[in-house]
């Protein structure tokens, strides 16, 4: 009897042993520890790197959920909805907006969006809110940070329960440059003092601006990027970017995928937290050699998404411009820039 017990204690802490082996290679090979620098050079593209898994793969619908049949022969064919990375591009009619967020309703998942209104742009933040409050992800949990130098002019907006706005001051600045390289430090600075651990996704929004139509679960992702509206007809070689090689957001011409918007982007907490780390370094060490990019932060986005291949990209129904005429591809308008007189906002720059 005795010597039966010991097997059995031994066979069980023999299997113990091999559990606890198992464990540890399933989460090391999950967990992938990467230092800063690893990261940045990775991001930069300098470095063929680590593989970071931090994406939800799991979508778990709701059992019984009635919706259209979806078809894999019929769909949008005026425009291309998928990279040659094979990262989805948004389109309207190319997703189902019940089905989606019935998906992340049940991963209760929580948004927060930035916005920066320094100076005179803080006339934008009323409209910008209000009407966020009715188009974006509506019926989910979202923060807006609001960043500014003039707190007290912050209106109040009605929100719904679980939705706020929570306003931090920043200091005034005369110079678009400054407003402009502080707003990745700043988006880093909140990920990682308030956001990480808590919020599952991020925005960064421009402020002059407003919603027209419905921005939701269907722009998700581990990195998002808006296709800008001033030049996707455009050979890449008319595109915008760095030119200058000296620069960190240098892309050479015959490069770059598409022409990305500065004023709309986002995902993931843990990706954008490595973009703006990424982009604010860049910019930085840009600066102390005297080079300031031709786009500024914008240039740097570009740069850094063309090495770090964003895992969905919203077309520019995500990001028109008010004074365009809406080109035949362009179903609906979600987001777009409003038309603004330089002269009256801008300080002298
Ligand atoms: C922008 C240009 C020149 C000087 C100052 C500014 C500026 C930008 C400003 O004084 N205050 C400010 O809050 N911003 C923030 O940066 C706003 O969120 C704004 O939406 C964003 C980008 O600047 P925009 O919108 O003027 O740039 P465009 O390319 O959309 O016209
Ligand atoms: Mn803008």
């Given at each position: 009897m005795y010597s039966l017990n010991g097997k059995f204690g031994a066979l069980v802490t023999m299997m113990a042993l091999?559990?606890?082996?198992?464990?540890?290679?399933?989460?090391?090979?999950?967990?992938?520890?990467?230092?800063?620098?690893?990261?940045?050079?990775?991001?930069?593209?300098?470095?063929?790197?680590?593989?970071?898994?931090?994406?939800?793969?799991?979508?778990?619908?709701?059992?019984?959920?009635?919706?259209?049949q979806p078809s894999i022969v019929e769909g949008r064919t005026d425009v291309v909805t998928v990279t040659p990375w094979l990262a989805p591009v948004v389109w309207e009619g190319t997703f189902n907006p019940e089905l989606l967020d019935s998906i992340y309703r049940q991963q209760n998942i929580s948004i927060a969006a930035t916005v920066f209104a320094v100076g005179k742009y803080i006339m934008f933040l009323k409209d910008f809110l209000e009407t966020a409050e009715q188009h974006f992800f509506v019926g989910f949990r979202v923060q807006i940070f609001v960043f500014t130098d003039r707190p007290n002019e912050v209106p109040k907006v009605k929100m719904a329960?679980?939705?706020?706005?929570?306003?931090?001051?920043?200091?005034?600045?005369?110079?678009?440059?400054?407003?402009?390289?502080?707003?990745?430090?700043?988006?880093?600075?909140?990920?990682?003092?308030k956001l990480q651990g808590k919020t599952d996704y991020i925005f960064c929004l421009d402020v002059d601006s407003k919603f027209h139509n419905r921005w939701g679960t269907e722009s998700l992702g581990g990195l998002v990027a808006v296709i800008h509206p001033g030049y996707y007809w455009d050979p890449r070689s008319n595109f915008p970017y760095e030119r200058r090689a000296q620069s960190r957001a240098y892309v050479a011409v015959g490069e770059g995928d598409f022409y990305y918007c500065g004023g709309a982007f986002g995902g993931n907490i843990e990706e954008v937290r490595l973009l703006a780390k990424t982009c604010r370094s860049n910019f930085e060490a840009d600066s102390a050699d005297g080079l300031e990019a031709a786009w500024q932060e914008e240039s740097h986005l570009n740069r850094y998404m063309w090495i770090n291949k964003p895992s969905k990209i919203l077309s520019p129904e995500y990001l028109w411009q008010d004074f365009k005429s809406r080109n035949r591809e362009i179903q609906i308008i979600r987001f777009s820039g409003i038309v603004k007189n330089y002269a009256d906002i801008r300080p002298n720059v």
């Open positions: 091999l559990l606890a082996l198992l464990y540890c290679y399933i989460s090391l090979s999950f967990r992938v520890v990467v230092t800063f620098e690893q990261e940045q050079a990775i991001a930069n593209g300098r470095s063929a790197g680590t593989v970071r898994k931090n994406h939800v793969f799991h979508l778990v619908a709701p059992d019984h959920l009635m919706y259209k329960a679980d939705r706020g706005v929570t306003v931090h001051a920043v200091p005034s600045s005369n110079r678009w440059q400054v407003i402009s390289a502080r707003r990745m430090e700043l988006v880093q600075e909140l990920i990682e003092q």
